[in-house]
């Protein structure tokens, strides 16, 4: 079967090291044009204009949109408006009311809009929530620690406003928790700490309604950890690396300990959604982060810079 033309706008970070060797190895999809300012993918045709790839490449059905998520929602809306399928990095917005907005163009329209989340593609997250789903949760904790120096260096953009901050990881951690938990749960209190010099936080410590916390920090030099730990009455199941890896009583069980599935995974989802006309768009891990920020106690921290 001819693979789908798709391009990628935002050659950045992630663009680069996961979107394009997930698509060079995808037998959907080809890629063909990118779109950036300065970014390039060696033997792609490179668009520096959104308006202008959309103009001259209707032989391009699919984009792909790796921005920041406050740039993102322009490019996201005007090419749903030009008429092609789109892919939303997380999270899916800025705001929700936008991604709202994009749900209902792509809707009127008959286009798919797929608001991906890398994480719930994680190697351990499927049998994680079918081992879950007969079991009752005592407790669930949360500990998303790791060093922005190391992952995000000299992203000025994750502590200016609607960059997230340390939510910009720990989102991935409440995307895992809103698929693998057999109920719902909402946020109860948080804490967050800002920068002195900053607009968003650089940690965070959450409570949820069953027995759910959460402890980002962006700050952990050395070892960097990712992982959920839930007791039921049936046992305790840890989620390391990520997602990728699971844990039951202290042995492993499932998984593999690597992140290099999760965006292979989600072209294949974008396909399977483009074929069948689809959308998916679940702002759940996001509507927590809004509650975050909504009830937060703000502590003053010490000032960062990268
Ligand atoms: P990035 O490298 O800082 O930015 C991606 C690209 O977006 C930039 O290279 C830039 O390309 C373009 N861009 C940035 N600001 C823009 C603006 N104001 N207007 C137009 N274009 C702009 O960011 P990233 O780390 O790839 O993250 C992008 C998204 O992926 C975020 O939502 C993030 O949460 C998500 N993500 C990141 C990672 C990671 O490890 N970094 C992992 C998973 C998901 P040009 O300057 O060439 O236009």
């Known amino acids: 079967m001819a693979r789908t033309k798709v391009a990628l706008v935002g050659i950045g970070k992630i663009a680069l090291d996961q979107h394009v060797p997930a698509i060079a190895a995808s037998p959907d999809w080809e890629l063909a044009a990118t779109v950036s300012r300065k970014g390039t993918v060696a033997g792609v045709s490179a668009y520096?204009?959104?308006?202008?790839?959309?103009?001259?490449?209707?032989?391009?059905p699919v984009v792909s949109l790796c921005l920041p998520p406050v740039p993102r929602f322009d490019y996201a809306e005007a090419a749903l408006k030009a008429g092609r399928h789109a892919m939303l990095e997380k999270p899916p917005g800025a705001t929700l009311a936008e991604v709202?907005?994009?749900?209902?163009?792509?809707?009127?329209?008959?286009?798919?809009?797929?608001?991906?989340?890398?994480?719930?593609?994680?190697?351990?997250?499927a049998p994680a929530k079918a081992w879950l789903a007969d079991r009752a949760i005592r407790k669930v904790h949360i500990t998303w620690r790791e060093d922005v120096r190391k992952w995000h260096p000299g992203q000025d953009w994750v502590f200016e406003p609607g960059?997230?901050?340390?939510?910009?990881?720990?989102?991935?951690?409440l995307s895992i928790l809103t698929e693998i938990l057999p109920d719902p749960v909402h946020l109860t209190r948080a804490r967050l700490e800002?920068?002195?010099?900053?607009?968003?936080?650089i940690a965070a410590q959450l409570t949820f309604s069953g027995n759910v916390t959460a402890d980002f920090d962006w700050r952990q030099e050395g070892p960097?950890?990712?992982?959920?730990?839930?007791?039921t009455d049936a046992g305790r199941l840890a989620l390391r690396m990520g997602g990728n890896v699971l844990e039951i009583d202290g042995q492993p069980m499932a998984g593999e300990n690597t992140i290099m599935g999760e965006y292979p995974a989600l072209y294949a989802r974008m396909a399977q959604l483009v074929r069948a006309g689809e959308s998916e768009v679940d702002l759940s891990p996001m509507v927590h982060?809004?509650?975050a920020l909504t009830l937060g106690e703000r502590v003053t921290t010490v000032a960062f810079d990268f």
């Open 224 to 231: 960097q950890t990712w992982d959920i730990d839930v007791d």
């Open 163 to 173: 960059g997230m901050g340390v939510f910009d990881p720990g989102i991935n951690a």
């Open 48 to 60: 520096t204009d959104f308006a202008s790839f959309l103009a001259e490449r209707p032989d391009v």
């Open 100 to 125: 709202h907005t994009l749900q209902a163009l792509a809707r009127d329209r008959g286009l798919t809009l797929y608001a991906t989340w890398h994480s719930r593609m994680a190697h351990a997250v």
């Open 194 to 201: 800002f920068p002195a010099n900053r607009q968003t936080p």
């Open 289 to 291: 982060v809004a509650d």
